[in-house]
């Protein structure tokens, strides 16, 4: 028989080695089925694309037609007449009719909780505003913005229910580059004219990546994660807006409604199966939604499997180097079932988003000002970052737009070799996989050397291809080869991996979701959504960009022993697909999304028209498809909002 088989079903091969005749005596006289070890299911008739190979090249190992699964795991693979051969009588028999498929999607940075919470936000308004009133002020100069700002405060929070915020979102315009922005930016309104205008009701003021709050919130936000309200504290606890926004509703009002918030990320994490996402990868921000996983976890309810990163010494946190020193390292820890485990330590972010990002790129003093290294070196993050890989965790960048904070941590890794170079060395960074995320713009050239002694693997979104672009108009286009670069990371010996930060809204009848391979299709074709073409030397083929999602994605997440790959002895995370992605043409590649969806051998989304085929009822979400790459509106950074004073 030309099939591969698992050995930790040792049951099945004892069995095997006397026939299989011999499982079906032993069934005949009276043996327990529980003790003869048939498949659970056999998936058959398909182009299953094993996904075997991790090295740096675009092979893809074997194809198959047949793998065989007990319990959650893969038993078997091989021809269809050798893995159909396994069956017992009650063994499941799922004829895919030739379709093609791949093991399940992995993604390696996306936010799927926060997006949870604002989908449940947007869809229950009322019982938001018991925590926050939001607001939306737009205008075509500063004195407009000023003066919407104001109209909010003295008339529409003229009387606030107890504890209620005055929540206040400014124009940011596509890529960072809203009037809103250079607003807060040039403080055309400070914290002393807010506190003038509402002493004691909480307002926040934001336009991503600038912020604005009056003493009352910034007091009624510290005071309610126990850190003492000082203008001290303050700058040590609080760097970027998302730890606001990603935490208020969150804790505050789900700190009374914890199953809800449970439910919430349940809902919205089954959402995610209709593209084929099987694993993602995130940190969290907010204190009560670690709560909400746990739940979760105990009760079996995990639609796909979490892989997160520990960022709670950052949010909220004035001692960020002495949190870290202290944390200790569980990277690759998790529960037993494998849903949700720990893949390091992380500040969230070194710097911010455009253009408050972290560069050695040249620009004029205007743009060159707005720019906000996080870290620096010296500062708390420098030492929270050197003590964690002091301290031998594994330290996982997760955000980082711009190249200069990425050098301050490979410069960290260096000083640390040269100063104790009997307990550091490349050998031993290469065994904690360092990574960072986004790739905005980076890597350099220059880096990629240094990434590549390190082992240090990149998770890259297409997104960069267009929130970035607009910014070579300030920087030059002499850095588009910055615009995640990809294939130019590869050949450097980095492994990069596939992220989309965006998550699945069908919460609505009338919801259309994108299909993933829509997101995916620029790093084949390097055409972003506004028709440019960045940096053409760096597209990928599909073979590469389909290991960037699975089998390299798995070995980021610490998992490429269990995940990735449809071997046996792994999970049987699966994905049947409705189109063959390796010869669907290139103008098509959009409109690729699964028939079927499986996670551990459960079935969570098998779509209508293929449940039909197959004479079973339908299962979980069915996503409405969008296939139109819409495109964003044109920015001019040179004169964003089209003008401030």
């Known amino acids: 028989m030309k099939y591969e088989m698992g050995r930790w079903l040792l049951g099945l091969a004892l069995a095997l080695s006397g026939g299989i005749s011999a499982i079906a005596q032993q069934t005949l006289n009276g043996v327990p089925a529980e003790l003869v070890n048939y498949p659970d299911t056999i998936v058959h008739n398909g182009k299953i694309v094993i996904m075997s190979d991790m090295s740096l090249s675009n092979s893809l190992g074997r194809t198959v037609q047949a793998m065989a699964i007990k319990g959650d795991r893969i038993l078997a693979i091989g021809s269809d007449s050798d893995i159909l051969r396994l069956a017992g009588p009650q063994t499941k028999k799922v004829d895919v009719r030739g379709h093609f498929v791949s093991p399940g999607i992995i993604n390696t940075h996306t936010h799927l909780h ?38 909010v405060i003295k008339e529409q929070m003229a009387r606030p229910v107890p504890g209620q915020w005055a929540w206040i979102d400014l124009p940011t315009g596509q890529s960072g580059s809203g009037l809103g922005i250079d607003f807060l930016m040039k403080k055309e309104m400070v914290r002393d004219q807010l506190d003038a205008l509402a002493p004691k009701l909480p307002v926040f003021i934001g336009a991503h990546p600038a912020f604005l709050w009056n003493t009352a919130a910034r007091n ?26 990603r935490s208020l509703v969150a804790d505050f009002y789900f700190d009374k409604h914890m ?22 990868s995130s940190h969290i921000v907010g204190l009560r939604k670690m709560p909400a996983y746990t739940q979760l976890v105990q009760e079996g309810r995990m639609p796909v499997r979490f892989a997160f990163s520990n960022r709670y010494c950052q949010q909220i946190e004035v001692d960020i180097p002495g949190c870290f020193l202290r944390a200790g390292d ?25 253009p408050a990002i972290c560069t050695t790129m040249e620009a004029p003093a205007e743009y060159k000002a707005k720019e906000e290294c996080i870290i620096q070196p010296g500062n708390d993050y420098w030492k929270a970052v050197y003590a964690a890989i002091r301290s031998r965790y594994r330290y996982v960048v997760n955000h980082s737009w711009g190249d200069k904070g990425i050098d301050y941590v490979l410069d960290i890794m ?18 904690r996989r360092f990574t960072s ?19 240090w693997m990149v998770s890259c979104t297409t997104n960069a291809l267009t929130r ?81 999602s699975t089998i390299w994605a798995a070995r980021y997440v610490l998992r490429e022993k269990e995940l990735g790959s449809l071997e046996p002895g792994k999970f049987a995370d699966y994905v049947v697909w409705n189109k063959d992605y390796l010869t669907v043409p290139i103008d098509e590649f959009q409109t690729i999304y699964p028939l079927m969806t499986v996670v ?46």
Request: proline share 6%.
């Open 468 to 548: 970035s672009a607009p910014y070579l108009q300030i920087y030059g286009m002499k850095y588009e080869n910055r615009l995640a670069p990809i294939a130019t990371t590869i050949k450097a010996g980095v492994y990069a991996t596939f992220e989309a930060e965006l998550g699945v809204d069908m919460s609505r009848p009338d919801s259309t979701v994108e299909p993933m391979h829509l997101d995916a299709k620029p790093f084949i074709t390097r055409i972003n959504r506004w028709g440019d073409t960045i940096s053409k030397v760096d597209a990928v083929d599909r073979e590469t960009l389909l290991k960037m």
């Open 220 to 245: 009624a936000f510290l005071d309610w994660y126990e850190v003492e309200p000082t203008d001290a504290n303050e700058k040590k606890a609080i760097t970027i807006d998302t730890t606001m926004g």
């Open 414 to 431: 260096d000083e640390l070799i040269k100063d104790n170079p009997e307990s550091f060395s490349n050998e031993f960074f290469k065994s």
């Open 330 to 354: 569980y990277a690759g820890l998790g529960d037993r079932s494998n849903y949700f485990w720990n893949v390091g330590i992380t500040l969230g972010g070194i710097d911010n988003g455009p």
């Open 437 to 455: 995320d986004h790739c905005g713009f980076y890597p350099t050239p220059s880096q990629l050397p240094r990434m590549a002694k390190f082992g």
């Open 259 to 280: 199953g809800d918030l449970a439910n919430v990320i349940h809902d919205y994490l089954e959402y995610q199966t209709a593209v084929g996402m099987t694993t993602f």
């Open 114 to 151: 926060d997006a949870a919470v604002n989908t449940w936000a947007r869809n229950n308004p009322q019982k938001v505003e018991a925590v926050r009133k939001n607001f939306t002020v737009t205008g075509k100069t500063f004195a407009d913005l000023t003066k919407g700002i104001e109209l």
């Open 600 to 645: 551990g051998n459960k079935t969570m989304v098998l779509r209508e028209e293929f449940a039909k085929v197959l004479g079973q009822p339908a299962v979980g979400p069915q996503a409405k498809w969008d296939f139109i790459d819409d495109k964003p509106e044109e920015v001019d950074l040179l004169n964003p909002g089209g003008g401030g004073e």
